[in-house]
């Protein structure tokens, strides 16, 4: 049996009762560094996954095999990489709170109405969510910085833009900032782990 477990944006607070459950009845526990370190004293085998990671290997192991997601496995996390291996009856995914759920939490900004991108090793259209959303949420990585998404604000002239940026979200070094497009393009801060969220007017 395959689960992958949402762990939330990082601190164990934020995990559900369930999760925790799961995670205490792995034979075998699969994560990245961050994520495993929360779980040391967990007594199963661990394995600690990369960008080159043989799931296939991985997955034919024996007994319970619990994979921890970061956030909500299905929103641009590890689910779509499981699906690729597992038959879905063999497979059970446990939702946890979404680092950009988490974010708007803090923001004190609903979500009916919120876009999502990720640029998370990825690329998407962010430019055209941001002209036909006023809220647009975005999974970042150590290219497509926050100085990254403002330099792009203001190339196609929406400098009108808020950009909230949540650091290390859940964590003792938790931070929340908000800056002007021009504002963050003068600021030459490498921000941590991150999402951004990007708002109009004054929302
Ligand atoms: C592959 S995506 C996975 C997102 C995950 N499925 C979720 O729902 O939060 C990884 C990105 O999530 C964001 N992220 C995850 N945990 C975070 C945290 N504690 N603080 C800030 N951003 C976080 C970062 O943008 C990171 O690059």
Avoid at 117 to 122: E, P
């Amino acid at each position: 049996m395959v689960t992958i477990v949402g762990i939330g944006p990082g601190n164990k607070k934020f995990i559900t009762t369930y999760a925790l459950e799961r995670i205490k009845e792995a034979d075998v526990l699969v994560g990245g560094r961050r994520h495993l370190e929360e779980f040391k004293d967990i007594d199963c085998e661990k394995i600690m996954i990369n960008a080159s990671t043989d799931y296939h290997s991985i997955l034919n192991k024996e007994g319970n095999i619990v994979i921890l997601a970061s956030g909500e496995p299905s929103l641009y996390g590890i689910a779509e990489v499981i699906l690729k291996y597992v038959d879905k009856k063999q497979l059970e995914i446990i939702p946890g709170i979404s680092s950009i759920q988490y974010m708007c939490a803090k923001l004190k900004i609903t979500m009916n109405d919120l876009a999502v991108v990720s640029l998370h090793g990825r690329t998407e259209d962010l430019v055209k969510k941001v002209k036909e959303n006023k809220k647009v949420a975005i999974f970042t990585d150590d290219t497509h910085t926050p100085q990254f998404v403002a330099a792009m604000l203001k190339e196609e002239n929406l400098q009108d833009r808020k950009i909230h940026v949540g650091e290390n979200l859940s964590y003792d070094t938790e931070r929340i900032y908000s800056f002007t497009v021009e504002e963050l393009l003068n600021c030459n801060k490498k921000f941590d782990l991150n999402v951004v969220v990007i708002t109009c007017g004054n929302i």
